[in-house]
C-alpha cells in the first residue's frame, strides 16, 4: 500500500493526534502504511482529555464485562510499547473499589473477575483497616482489591507512540489544524489551516472537537469540564507509591477516584496527592471556549469527599486542573467506519472519561479497520448505529 506520489499524498491521514490518534499512527505506521498524522497543538497538551500525569488501568470492569478482551489486550500492547522503548509507562499499585453491595459497578467488577478470572480480592472490614488504614468506610460497604491494576502515564505512552509511529515513518504535523474534508469516490481530501492533504483512507481521533469535524456524531456527543485537584495531605508518606493504592469509591451516585503521590522527580508535576470526580458529570462546554477556572464548587466537593472518606487526605489544595470528557449517552465508546464513506473513513470517540487504559488496543483496531475492513476484536457493542 505505500506508494507515494506526492508529497501531500499519504495513505492515510489521521486527524487528532492525542491519545487515540498517536495510537493510530504507531500501529498503521508498523504495519507499513504511510501515515499523515495532523494535530493542531502540540504533542501531548493540556487542552484536550489526556494531560495530568496519571491514568487509571485496571481489568476487572466495573462499566460492562465486554470490555475485558481488549483490556487483556491492551495490557499485552502496553508491555510491547514497554519493552520497544525501555521504558516503563504502566505501574502496578493495585487498585481498591468501595461501594455499597447494590451498586451495579462493584456487581460488574466482580463478574468480570469472575468471568474472565482477574484476580480480585474481598477484604473484610478488618484487612481493609489494617492494609489501608487511610480510608473510612462506612460498614456496609464491600471492599474489593485488583492487585493487577494500577496506572499509566499518558503524557509519556503518547510520546512513546508517537516516536515509534516516527521511527516507522509517518509524518507528524503538530500546531496545524483541520478545517474540514471531504470524501470522493476512495480519495480523501483533508484541508487545514496551512496546505491540503490527500490520502485512500482516513482516520478521525479528534476526541472533544470530533463532533465539529463529522456533524453525524454531533447529538451523539457531550463534551464536559471535569475537575481534578493535588493537595497536600496530613500525613504525606502515607499516601506515597508504595503505600497508598489507585481507588475509587462510589457513594450514592457520587464517584471519586485517586492515585497514589507519585515522586516529581521520575513523573514529573504536579505535586500532591491526586484525585477526581467521575460523577456527576461535569458541564457541558465548548472544547474551544473552555473555562478553566477552578471553581470554588468543585474544590469544596473535593475536600468534602475527603474529609468524609480520607480524612488524614487533606490538608490543603496544591493545584486544580480543567479536563475534558468526550461523553456518549451510554457512556460506552464509539470505534466504527462512518456509514455511507465505503469503509474508508474511521473513527474514535466518545471515550466518556475511562478510555485511556484501551489506547494501546484501539490504535491496532483502528488499523485492523482500515486494513482489512474488519477486526477480530469483539466491537459490535461501540458501534454508531446503537443510538438509531
Ligand atoms: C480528568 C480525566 C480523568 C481521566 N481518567 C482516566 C483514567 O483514570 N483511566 C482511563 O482509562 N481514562 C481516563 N480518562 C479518559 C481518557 O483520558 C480519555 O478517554 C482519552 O484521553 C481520550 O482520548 P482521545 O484521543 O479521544 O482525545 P485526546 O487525547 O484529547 O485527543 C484528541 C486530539 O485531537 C486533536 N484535534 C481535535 N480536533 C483537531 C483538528 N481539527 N485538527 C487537528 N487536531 C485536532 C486534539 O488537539 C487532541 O490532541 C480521563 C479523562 C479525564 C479528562
Redesign the pocket.
Known amino acids: 500500500m505505500a506508494n507515494p506520489v506526492s508529497n501531500n499524498h499519504y495513505d492515510v491521514i489521521v486527524?487528532?493526534?492525542?491519545?487515540?490518534?498517536a495510537s493510530a499512527c504507531y500501529h498503521l505506521a508498523k504495519q507499513g502504511h504511510r501515515v499523515l498524522g495532523?494535530?493542531?497543538?502540540g504533542i501531548t497538551?493540556e487542552?484536550?482529555?489526556?494531560a495530568?500525569q496519571s491514568?487509571?488501568?485496571r481489568k476487572a470492569y466495573g462499566e460492562a464485562t465486554v470490555y475485558v478482551p481488549l483490556l487483556e489486550r491492551a495490557y499485552q500492547n502496553w508491555a510491547t510499547l514497554e519493552a520497544e522503548t525501555e521504558t516503563q509507562v504502566f505501574f502496578k499499585t493495585g487498585m481498591v473499589y468501595f461501594g455499597t453491595s447494590d451498586s451495579p459497578f462493584l456487581q460488574t467488577v466482580k463478574q468480570s473477575s469472575k468471568q474472565y478470572n482477574i484476580p480480585l480480592n474481598q477484604l473484610t472490614e478488618e484487612e481493609c483497616r489494617k492494609k489501608y488504614p487511610q480510608f473510612h468506610l462506612p460498614p456496609d460497604f464491600e471492599r474489593l482489591e485488583e492487585p493487577d491494576a494500577g496506572f499509566l502515564t499518558?503524557e509519556r505512552c503518547i510520546l512513546l507512540l508517537v516516536q515509534q509511529a516516527l521511527f516507522h515513518g509517518t509524518t507528524i504535523k503538530t500546531r496545524?489544524?483541520?478545517i474540514h474534508w471531504n470524501y470522493h469516490k476512495g480519495n480523501v481530501t483533508v484541508t487545514?489551516d496551512r496546505d491540503i492533504y490527500q490520502a485512500k483512507k482516513l482516520v478521525v481521533?479528534?476526541?472533544?472537537?470530533a463532533k465539529?469535524?463529522v456533524p453525524k456524531l454531533a447529538s451523539k456527543l457531550t463534551v464536559t469540564r471535569?475537575p481534578?485537584a493535588w493537595v497536600q495531605p496530613k500525613k504525606w508518606t502515607a499516601f506515597a507509591m508504595e503505600k497508598f493504592p489507585c481507588w475509587l469509591i462510589r457513594n450514592d451516585d457520587h464517584d471519586f477516584?485517586g492515585f497514589p503521590i507519585v515522586p516529581v522527580g521520575q513523573f514529573g508535576g504536579p505535586l500532591g496527592l491526586k484525585l477526581?470526580m467521575h460523577h456527576p458529570g461535569g458541564e457541558p462546554t465548548d472544547p474551544d471556549k473552555v473555562d478553566r477556572t477552578p471553581r470554588a464548587k468543585d474544590e469544596h466537593a473535593l475536600i468534602q469527599f475527603l474529609n468524609e472518606f480520607i480524612p488524614d487526605g487533606y490538608q490543603n489544595t496544591l493545584v486544580m486542573k480543567t479536563?475534558?470528557?468526550?461523553k456518549t449517552e451510554d457512556e460506552h465508546f464509539i470505534v466504527d467506519f462512518l456509514p455511507g464513506y465505503d469503509k474508508d473513513v474511521v473513527f474514535?470517540?466518545g471515550?466518556s472519561?475511562?478510555?485511556?487504559?484501551?489506547v494501546s488496543v484501539i490504535g491496532e483496531v483502528l488499523a485492523d479497520l482500515i486494513n482489512a475492513g474488519s477486526t477480530n476484536f469483539r466491537i459490535d457493542f461501540l458501534r454508531i448505529d446503537r443510538f438509531d
Open positions: 486527524i487528532g493526534v492525542g491519545s487515540m490518534g495532523l494535530e493542531q497543538f497538551h487542552l484536550g482529555s489526556h495530568g491514568r487509571i488501568i499518558p496545524e489544524k483541520v487545514t481521533t479528534a476526541g472533544p472537537w465539529k469535524l471535569q481534578l477516584y477526581g479536563c475534558l470528557y468526550t474514535a470517540t471515550f472519561g475511562h478510555g485511556f487504559k484501551f
